[in-house]
């Protein structure tokens, strides 16, 4: 990049896949978690059924200042750029500025790290942010330098909000004790008051989810710790479609780079390396085993341990330019592939033509129909059919088509989910205050005859349906049922009692 010095370059390509991210959003719609991300922080709390607060109240702060639309992402689009930024930072001060420029490049050519966790509305957004902002506090442990009080009290500070962002928080503090504690010098140091001062006050930006669990029979503990638990046999069939799958959306082309640099880690006795290893290695490798002892298990939960490795790629990738000159032409067509991967995208988001022309490659259903909003709903469920301001509910059998109805509608009706895993469709609502009202039913055609007559018993009576399909151009991605239904009946709902849980 001409003359530009490494932290230039690396401010640049931090910029330049800013503007990207940015000139993309308009033709990407919402995803159907980040449609729910938005729905659950309609209702302020301290904490939520599946995840910690964080990227719900962010979800939310977006909504209300851009609209219930693409741009409510722009804070998660900041923070995936100030991920980029503390890679190169991060790496530069392990290993050099050279180290860091292909770090931040790294990055930002991976799939998941660019385009989902540092673009979407998801909790991997604000806990990727802290992560790399809390290990970049703490790294001048890895040259056994000493921390200020006020830098621990920061450090806790950081990491207490990567808790609060997911639970894989806790995972990080742990790891950060372990480095301490397995070498003589960080045993000295955990003499000190620094350390323990950090985990207090880790702890206290924890509590609000503490609070609300205890308040809600740690109904989240016990969600989150029985998805990796469920099962009771050992198999490798889902260990290696996810493992696979983690290699496919981390990219191929930073997954290998990033094999080679811890390979040449684990046997270094590099302090530095160790640091990243103890922080990064263990939530990256409890998230991968997970599937061999249960049925539970997703790609995106090692995500957050690969991204704290990341720097040994950079580590890797600098070392080998410096003697070769492999690391550039891997760069030149990395970059290629990466931007026709993001072409391809945005224009099968936007037509669906690969899906239609080629079946046979989204046999199990195309991926970018997640990105399809139902804002079309609004031609059927509308404020000129209503009598009062008070029959503003809709009801659906599942999380998922929750988040679409709750987006489509922007946020105009309170959706409700009448099945037995309502997620966060079940917080805040009291059903007896709806009884009598009127209200709507949305089902997708592919419900069965049982959960039809489950969501219309809810109602002393039910109008003839009208039928909506979600188009993307030529094609149909959904076709929904739309019921009026009169009388909302709450004990006459036969699979789930909406109940408040707040």
Not at 168 to 182: D, M, Q, R, S, V
Not at 405 to 429: C, E, H, K, M
Request: hydrophobic residues 50%; neutral net charge; glycine residues 10%.
């Amino acid at each position: 990049m001409g003359n530009l010095s490494t932290r230039d370059q690396a401010l640049a390509v931090t910029a330049a896949f800013l503007l990207l991210k940015l000139a993309i959003c308009p033709f990407v719609g919402l995803g159907t978690n980040e449609a729910y991300a938005v729905a659950g922080g309609r209702l302020f709390s301290l904490s939520y059924f599946d995840h910690p607060p964080l990227h719900f109240w962010l979800a939310q702060l977006g909504a209300m200042a851009f609209g219930d639309n693409c741009w409510a992402r722009l804070p998660f689009i900041a923070l995936g750029a100030g991920c980029s930024w503390l890679m190169f930072a991060l790496a530069r001060s392990l290993f050099g500025e050279r180290a860091g420029l292909w770090a931040v490049l790294a990055f930002n050519l991976s799939i998941f790290f660019c385009l989902a966790a540092g673009n979407w509305m998801l909790p991997d957004g604000p806990l990727n942010f802290f992560l790399l902002a809390a290990t970049l506090t703490l790294s001048p442990l890895a040259k056994e330098q000493q921390l200020s009080i006020k830098r621990w009290a920061f450090a806790g500070l950081l990491a207490g909000l990567a808790a609060l962002s997911k639970y894989h928080g806790l995972i990080f503090i742990a790891g950060a004790f372990a480095f301490l504690i397995l070498s003589d010098w960080g045993r000295r140091v955990l003499r000190t008051p620094g350390p323990w001062l950090a985990g207090l006050v880790a702890a206290a930006v924890f509590s609000p989810v503490v609070i609300w669990n205890a308040r809600h029979g740690w109904i989240s503990f016990g969600f989150q710790t029985g998805r990796a638990a469920t099962g009771h046999h050992f198999g490798g069939g889902l260990f290696l479609s996810l493992a696979v799958a983690q290699v496919v959306l981390i990219s191929p082309w930073v997954a290998w780079p990033l094999a080679q640099g811890l390979r040449r880690a684990m046997p270094s006795s590099d302090e530095a390396a160790r640091f990243l290893l103890w922080l990064g290695l263990p939530i990256a490798t409890l998230f991968t085993l997970i599937p061999l002892w249960s049925d539970g298990g997703m790609v995106q939960w090692a995500m957050p341990g690969w991204l704290l490795l990341l720097p040994l790629a950079g580590k890797y990738l600098a070392d080998e330019a410096s003697i070769r000159n492999w690391p550039r032409t891997w760069l030149a067509i990395s970059g290629s592939v990466f931007l026709l991967f993001v072409c391809a995208f945005v224009m099968e988001t936007q037509s669906g033509w690969l899906g239609s022309t080629f079946p046979r490659v989204f046999r199990r259903g195309d991926p970018t129909a997640d990105n399809v909003e139902w804002i079309s709903l609004t031609s059927i469920i509308n404020r000129q059919r209503l009598t009062d301001d008070d029959r503003l509910f809709v009801l659906t059998s599942g999380w998922r088509d929750g988040a679409k109805i709750d987006q489509g509608l922007g946020g105009d009706y309170r959706t409700a989910v009448v099945s037995n895993d309502p997620r966060n469709f079940a917080i805040g609502i009291d059903a007896k205050a709806w009884a009598g009202r009127d209200g709507w039913i949305v089902l997708e055609n592919s419900d069965s005859p049982a959960q039809i007559a489950a969501l219309k018993s809810c109602f002393a009576f039910v109008e003839a349906p009208s039928t909506l399909t979600i188009q993307r151009g030529a094609r149909a991605d959904a076709t929904l049922t739309v019921w009026r239904g009169d009388g909302f009946t709450p004990g006459g709902c036969a699979l789930f009692s909406l109940q408040n849980m707040d």
